[in-house]
Nanobody
Framework: QVQLVESGGGLVQAGGSLRLSCAAS????????MGWFRQAPGKEREFVAA????????DYADSVKGRFTISRDNAKNTEYLQMNSLKPEDTAVYYC?????????????????WGQGTQVTVSS
């Protein structure tokens, strides 16, 4: 079992930055692909970003490409999401997730473990 705990969310003005962290415990995540998803009120959960186990490949939703950066530190069993140039439409609960598979990382069904989420609110 892998337990994931997100942190770093908060309230920020449009144009600002936040860095989300996802700390894993229970098992090393070094062989897991990791992802970030978000869910805004009244909307379905959507893919944000993903990274393979060795950081060799990253993928981003078009809506965040060029503004968000996903990274990981396997030695610290932690993944990150650096969010710059934040917009009000980025407001959502952000979830990190771990996947034993490397395919279909944009699909939430691929992921085996999920964190509880952290709220990000961007004011205009």
């Amino acid at each position: 079992q892998v337990q994931l705990v997100e942190s770093g969310g908060g309230l920020v003005q449009a144009g600002g930055s936040l860095r989300l962290s996802c700390a894993a415990s229970g098992r090393t995540i070094s062989r897991y692909a990791m992802g970030w998803f978000r869910q805004a009120p009244g909307k379905e959960r959507e893919f944000v970003a993903a990274i393979t186990w060795n950081s060799g490949t990253t993928d981003y939703a078009d809506s965040v490409k060029g503004r968000f950066t996903i990274s990981r530190d396997n030695a610290k069993n932690t993944e990150y999401l650096q969010m710059n140039s934040l917009k009000p439409e980025d407001t959502a609960v952000y979830y990190c997730a771990a996947a034993g598979d490397i395919y279909k990382l944009r699909d939430g069904e691929t992921y085996d473990y999920w964190g509880q989420g952290t709220q990000v609110t961007v004011s205009s």
